[in-house]
């Protein structure tokens, strides 16, 4: 298996539980993660070798979340320490015709602050095959942006492919700042992903609306696709699609473009969902593992996609699922029975 390492902030996550809303919860429930640590996770399960890079100040906390970290395999000795705090955010779980909030609580947290002599990336990348990162990292602050320019270019530099999922986060920055910082991200880019909106949002594309019944238009997703190859030459640019019935009845297919055509992934019904948060996370490391496999794009995008649905099953951040689930799923295994 491949060598492929992700960067980004480990939050800590604090939910309400039972669908409450925080002004009635009195106790909220703990995991840790983040995008980029959450593609780490996935990848980890699906047997590559899987670093994490990040800043976390010297405390208890940060050492619990490192520690869950190890725990699904993920190598956190690149890990970098310092500053005085861990980023939260609290999540208040959605149910039926109200949606999910998020708040975020991360301002001067370790990595916001990191500098570029906290990381040796010549010797983090030594021997990597892959360099994941997201369109949140260069949000959170200017020190953050400045790190992520610095690891693509050295990531370019020592011969590794580059992933971004574009991610774009309103309540962390606008969307001229994501335009500024992003297109020149994407000059260091090879595969693209992210949300159905994320290309037009943070690189300016345009995407004709939908079909009449709310299924994707696919001409006009090729057409952005290829626009967006053209301008920036990526080898692969990818999305998932969701429809929203309510916040906990969604149906979600992918979308691949290898430069050529355009392959579609099959459509899934979730509802109802356990917890959506991670679901684009686990698409993303779902087509990592699938294109560093050298599947097919149909293929990858089919992986993609079922281990996106599969995420949504199970509470937390992260895709605790095995490659031999994602694909008895893609291929039409039913699991509606109990397996003994």
């Given at each position: 298996?491949?060598?492929?390492?992700?960067?980004?902030?480990?939050l800590?996550?604090l939910?309400?539980?039972?669908?409450?809303?925080?002004?009635?919860?009195?106790?909220?429930e703990?995991?840790?993660?983040?995008?980029?640590?959450?593609?780490?996770?996935?990848?980890?399960?699906?047997?590559?070798?899987?670093?994490?890079?990040?800043?976390?100040?010297?405390?208890?906390?940060?050492?619990?979340?490192?520690?869950?970290?190890?725990?699904?395999?993920?190598?956190?000795?690149?890990i970098?320490?310092?500053?005085?705090?861990?980023?939260?955010?609290?999540?208040?779980?959605?149910?039926?015709?109200?949606?999910?909030?998020?708040?975020?609580?991360?301002?001067?947290?370790?990595?916001?602050?990191?500098?570029?002599?906290?990381?040796?990336?010549?010797?983090?990348?030594?021997?990597?095959?892959?360099?994941?990162?997201?369109?949140?990292?260069?949000?959170?602050?200017?020190?953050?942006?400045?790190?992520?320019?610095?690891?693509?270019?050295a990531?370019?530099?020592?011969?590794?492919?580059?992933?971004?999922?574009?991610?774009?986060?309103?309540?962390?920055?606008?969307?001229?700042?994501?335009?500024?910082?992003?297109?020149?991200?994407?000059?260091?880019?090879?595969v693209?992903?992210?949300?159905?909106?994320d290309?037009?949002?943070?690189?300016?594309?345009?995407?004709?609306?939908?079909?009449?019944?709310?299924?994707?238009?696919?001409?006009?997703?090729?057409?952005m696709?290829?626009?967006?190859?053209?301008k920036?030459?990526?080898?692969?640019?990818?999305?998932?699609?969701?429809?929203?019935?309510?916040?906990?009845?969604?149906?979600?297919?992918?979308?691949?473009?290898?430069?050529?055509?355009?392959?579609?992934?099959?459509?899934?019904?979730?509802?109802?969902?356990?917890?959506?948060?991670?679901?684009?996370?686990?698409?993303?490391?779902?087509?990592?593992?699938?294109?560093?496999?050298?599947?097919?794009?149909?293929?990858?995008?089919?992986?993609?996609?079922a281990?996106?649905?599969?995420?949504?099953?199970?509470?937390?951040?992260?895709?605790?699922?095995?490659t031999?689930?994602?694909?008895?799923?893609?291929?039409?295994?039913?699991?509606?029975?109990?397996?003994?």
């Open positions: 298996m491949a060598k492929v390492v992700t960067m980004g902030e480990l800590v996550r939910s309400t539980i039972n669908y409450e809303r925080l002004d009635q919860s009195k106790q909220l703990v995991c840790y993660g983040g995008s980029e640590a959450n593609v780490a996770v996935s990848l980890a399960g699906f047997g590559h070798e899987s670093v994490y890079i990040t800043r976390l100040p010297e405390n208890p906390i940060a050492q619990a979340a490192v520690k869950t970290l190890r725990k699904y395999g993920v190598d956190t000795s690149k970098a320490w310092g500053g005085t705090r861990m980023g939260l955010y609290f999540l208040e779980t959605g149910s039926g015709y109200r949606p999910s909030n998020v708040v975020y609580d991360r301002a001067d947290s370790a990595m916001s602050l990191a500098r570029l002599d906290d990381f040796d990336f010549d010797e983090i990348f030594a021997g990597a095959d892959w360099f994941h990162y997201s369109g949140i990292t260069p949000a959170i602050s200017n020190e953050a942006r400045e790190l992520t320019m610095e690891a693509v270019k990531a370019k530099r020592n011969g590794l492919i580059v992933s971004c999922d574009l991610n774009f986060r309103k309540k962390l920055w606008t969307i001229e700042q994501a335009r500024s910082v992003m297109s020149e991200l994407m000059a260091y880019t090879d693209c992903m992210g949300g159905r909106e290309a037009v949002k943070v690189l300016g594309f345009t995407l004709s609306e939908r079909n009449g019944d709310d299924t994707p238009n696919l001409p006009a997703y090729e057409e696709f290829r626009n967006m190859v053209e920036y030459s990526f080898s692969y640019v990818t999305c998932s699609v969701r429809r929203s019935h309510t916040a906990s009845d969604n149906e979600l297919s992918g979308l691949l473009y290898d430069g050529h055509k355009l392959y579609q992934a099959k459509n899934y019904r979730m509802a109802p969902m356990v917890d959506r948060v991670g679901g684009g996370d686990a698409f993303a490391a779902g087509m990592i593992s699938a294109i560093l496999q050298n599947k097919t794009p149909q293929e990858a995008v089919d992986f993609a996609t281990a996106s649905v599969l995420k949504h099953t199970i509470p937390g951040d992260v895709n605790l699922v095995t031999e689930e994602v694909e008895a799923l893609m291929n039409g295994k039913k699991f509606g029975r109990v397996s003994r």
